[in-house]
């Protein structure tokens, strides 16, 4: 009951401080588009007012939100190594959509044979979706079934196969490039779905394997870290979890196998599954022990592909289900949940995009041409000083954060050996992500037709 209390606690104190996170990201953009778009009478003093307000609250949040961690991390380390025994065991089927995964697909298998749950309630599902390269012999070698595509069909449509012939009480979905990262995530993520009556769907924490330690898999590192160490961990607590990953996904058999299909209208089929969960009355939820470990994306055009792919299913399926939005029926989730998705996830990113854009064409104008093209006519010593700390008291936190999310991935000292990184993914990356974010914005409003 105590632990239960100090995680509530500490999901309170989190959540304050990523609606201060976005606010004061919202402050940001805004000093670097809207008022430079609308202008303004703006003088030292409101300026140096602004940056003091600025800097005594970040110092209050950071205060507020490590404590939170603190309790949250005594809580975590307590509870990994912990054996909860199930009161029973479930029949379990993995089902695995594979093309072309020759590379991997041992790797995959040999994980699931290492873990702690009774090997006999485990069937293995591959579906070798029309390979070329002896997915599917390397597979048979461990006794696992097989389903053939003569031709590559889709992953859609190799998860659905795989469900419809799937005999286990839980399905379990993961990637063929995946792996489990320790001997315990199967049974926990099937305690989990068991932990209350009403949850229909579960996930865990996805990791970013470390191969070559390039600068774009430091950056899809510290990405993963936020939104699985912390994000999820923080929306599992509060009880709506708004996307379930494909790749590492865990349902009770009755509510995946009721659905006619698999939705194949969007491109984000995960984050459409925990929506039609949540209007079959649902619950998902998240456990932080069960660990899976993916491939990194080592191209940054198909890494920005494959985040235009994500951010425009993710409008897919807002517009499929608008109905939720602001819709008291479905209580806080329906209220919450898409405007949340809408404001974090688009509209600042948008606003972001807007200021990087903006502010180097008001720079040249007004310091280089002498042109004022709005009404803000800031001493150049005091734009630049306002820009830098407003950047930088959004930098240290997250710093702090990914400090944090290190440490509970019991690897502390990465957070000092990666702090350069860190600060790119900051100043490069994130502006990256939101340009993603404005681009799948603007070809879903146009109708552009997005494929894989």
Request: proline fraction near 4%; glycine fraction near 6%; avoid cysteine.
């Amino acid at each position: 009951m105590r632990r239960k209390v100090l995680s509530y606690i500490s999901a309170f104190i989190i959540s304050a401080y990523v609606v201060y996170l976005e606010y004061s990201f919202l402050q940001w953009a805004s000093w670097r588009a809207v008022l430079i778009i609308f202008g303004g009478v703006v003088d030292r003093y409101s300026v140096y007012s602004f940056v003091r307000y600025l800097f005594y609250l970040t110092g209050a949040f950071i205060i507020l939100v490590y404590t939170a961690y603190f309790i949250f991390y005594l809580y975590y380390r307590s509870n990994e190594g912990r054996i909860k025994l199930p009161r029973f065991y479930p029949r379990v089927s993995i089902v695995v959509p594979a093309h072309n995964e020759a590379l991997n697909i041992e790797r995959l298998i040999e994980s699931i044979e290492y873990q702690d749950y009774p090997h006999d309630l485990v069937e293995v599902i591959i579906v070798d979706d029309g390979s070329e390269d002896g997915t599917g012999e390397i597979a048979s070698r461990y006794g696992v079934r097989i389903i053939r595509h003569e031709k590559n069909l889709g992953k859609a449509q190799s998860l659905e196969d795989g469900i419809k012939s799937a005999k286990g009480e839980v399905v379990i979905t993961m990637d063929a490039d995946s792996y489990f990262g320790n001997g315990y995530s199967l049974r926990r993520i099937v305690e989990n779905l068991y932990e209350r009556p009403m949850i229909g769907i579960s996930t865990g924490v996805i990791r970013i394997e470390r191969r070559f330690g390039s600068l774009i898999e430091k950056f899809q590192e510290i990405e993963f870290l936020h939104s699985f160490e912390i994000g999820r961990r923080i929306q599992g607590y509060l009880g709506w979890l708004l996307v379930v990953p494909g790749a590492f996904s865990a349902f009770k058999a009755y509510f995946i196998k009721s659905l006619p299909a698999l939705p194949k209208d969007t491109l984000a089929e995960d984050f459409d599954l925990t929506v039609i969960s949540f209007r079959a009355g649902l619950d998902s939820n998240f456990e932080p022990s069960a660990v899976v470990y993916t491939e990194p994306e080592e191209s940054w055009r198909r890494l920005y592909r494959q985040r235009i792919r994500w951010y425009y299913g993710g409008l897919q399926v807002m517009r499929k289900h608008h109905d939720l939005i602001l819709n008291p029926k479905y209580g806080e989730k329906g209220i919450f949940m898409f405007l949340h998705l809408i404001v974090l996830e688009y509209v600042l990113a948008v606003i972001q995009i807007i200021g990087i854009i903006l502010l180097p064409i008001i720079v040249l104008f007004r310091y280089f041409l002498g042109i004022s093209i709005t009404d803000i006519n800031l001493p150049p010593d005091v734009m630049v000083f306002l820009f830098l700390f407003v950047f930088f008291v959004q930098y240290i936190p997250g710093v702090f954060i990914s400090g944090t999310a290190r440490a509970i991935e019991r690897d502390p000292k990465d957070a000092l050996r990666n702090l350069p990184a860190i600060f790119l993914y900051y100043v490069f990356y994130n502006s990256l992500l939101s340009l993603a974010k404005l681009d799948a914005t603007l070809r879903f409003l146009r109708g552009v037709v997005q494929g894989w």
